[in-house]
T-cell receptor, first 112, second 112 residues
């Protein structure tokens, strides 16, 4: 069975500081990895997915199959980045958001 | 275009009762997934429907069931409610595999 681990429940950084939200996964096949974000009083929404290799809102994430990690990074945090971030895994590479396994989430707080 | 709509937004039920939750996907989306979110377990996959067929089911007891109609609207039903069923139930819709899933705002179910 697949598992997604986000070791930090809460991460506080100062505005302008680099951000790294950690995500580790376990799955024997070739999964697809995602980062979802939930801003205050808003819906859960897709931030980025590893297969598209995009940078969204300055965030990037690289899939490291050797370390089974998919850490989310941003060089300079902004106050509007404060939100709950979820790492998620789909067991079917290229399957989009089918049957996601989510981590418990990390709350990012950016201090002005 | 209108987002994913879930009704009702809030429900209070008594142990032993049953409940039906509704999800209207974005127009044109054919895939609907359901997730349960609790503080202890986080977001957990319940089931996914595509063109009225259940394609996959998460690790939940048979008390949890769902269906999808020809217009892609979906319902999930929980019978013989238990206190532990209290949760936020999220619905997500997508056009097809390998496309982004859009989440609704959820139905918060409280079992007393």
């Amino acid at each position: 069975a697949q598992r997604v681990t986000q070791p930090e429940k809460l991460l506080s950084v100062f505005k302008g500081a680099p951000v790294e939200l950690k995500c580790n996964y376990s799955y024997s096949g070739s999964p697809e990895l995602f980062w979802y974000v939930q801003y205050s009083r808003q819906r859960l929404q897709l931030l980025l997915r590893h297969i598209s290799r995009e940078s969204i809102k300055g965030f990037t994430a690289d899939l490291n199959k050797g370390e089974t990690s998919f850490h989310l990074k941003k060089p300079f945090a902004q106050e509007e980045d404060s939100a709950m971030y979820y790492c998620a895994l789909s067991p079917y590479s290229g399957a989009g958001s089918y049957q996601l396994t989510f981590g418990k989430g990390t709350k990012l707080s950016v201090i002005p | 275009k209108a987002g994913v709509t879930q009704t009702p937004r809030y429900l209070i039920k008594t142990r032993g009762q049953q409940v039906t939750l509704s999800c209207s996907p974005i127009s044109g989306h054919r895939s609907v997934s359901w997730y349960q979110q609790t503080p202890g377990q986080g977001l957990q996959f319940l089931f996914e429907y595509f063109s009225e067929t259940q394609r996959n089911k998460g690790n939940f007891p048979g008390r949890f069931s769902g269906r999808q109609f020809s217009n892609s609207r979906s319902e999930m039903n929980v019978s013989t409610l238990e206190l532990g069923d209290s949760a936020l139930y999220l619905c997500a819709s997508s056009w097809e595999l390998n496309t982004e899933a859009f989440f609704g705002q959820g139905t918060r179910l409280t079992v007393v």
